[in-house]
């Protein structure tokens, strides 16, 4: 029985792979990997076309607010930092009346005391529309609303409180 051996060249291109990779051999891998690539690129009938440079406007749209472009309305869940307990669990209750309850636990020992609920209402602040303060007695909260979430904020300036803790409250849909 006859086996047929292979192609001289189908030999010497297996020989070729199978040898140890030197840097001589690693470059000419890479560059015969890329001449198929680079003659891709240069092949004639390529158009290239030109677009004129695009414009930004930065101003501020001041007809979508959070108030009338995000839904706002729900529940908002989430532990916040506590300096002398393991953290405050808090559940901040929008409705669409603007209306609110906050409720919150100290959390300390993996149990939930002294249990708080306030209520009232809330407006969102003229100067800085993504804002709400929460109207409440002996409360001056401020919360910013994004999508799907409300932060704690500074009450007097409305920045944040930090960069390193978080005090995002997740809405629950």
Same mark, same amino acid.
């Given at each position: 029985m006859k086996i047929p051996l &292979?192609?001289?060249r189908v030999?010497?291109? $297996?020989? !070729?792979?199978? #040898? &140890? $990779?030197?840097?001589?051999t690693?470059?000419?891998s890479l560059f015969l990997l890329a001449l198929p690539l680079g003659l891709a690129a240069c092949q004639s009938g390529t158009t290239i076309t030109l677009q004129p440079p695009i414009t930004i406007n930065n101003a501020v749209d001041s007809a979508h607010t959070a108030e009338n472009s995000l839904? !706002? +309305?729900g529940k908002y869940l989430g532990i916040l930092p506590c300096a002398d307990c393991e953290g405050i669990y +808090? #559940?901040?209750t929008l409705q669409q009346d603007k209306t609110f309850v906050l409720e919150e636990h100290y959390m300390k020992n993996g149990l939930a005391l002294h &249990? +708080?609920?306030? +209520?009232?209402?809330f407006a969102f602040d003229a100067? #800085? &529309?993504s804002l709400i303060r929460l109207a409440a007695p002996n #409360?001056?909260?401020?919360y910013f609303i994004g999508e799907g979430f409300a932060e704690v904020r500074d009450a007097q300036s409305g920045k944040r409180l930090s960069d390193k803790l978080n005090y995002r409250l997740l809405q629950v849909r």
């Open positions: &292979p192609n001289h030999y010497i291109t $297996l020989l !070729w792979y199978l #040898q &140890p $990779l030197t840097k001589d690693m470059k000419l839904d !706002w +309305s +808090s #559940q901040l &249990p +708080s609920k306030i +209520s009232g209402r100067k #800085q &529309p #409360q001056n909260r401020v």
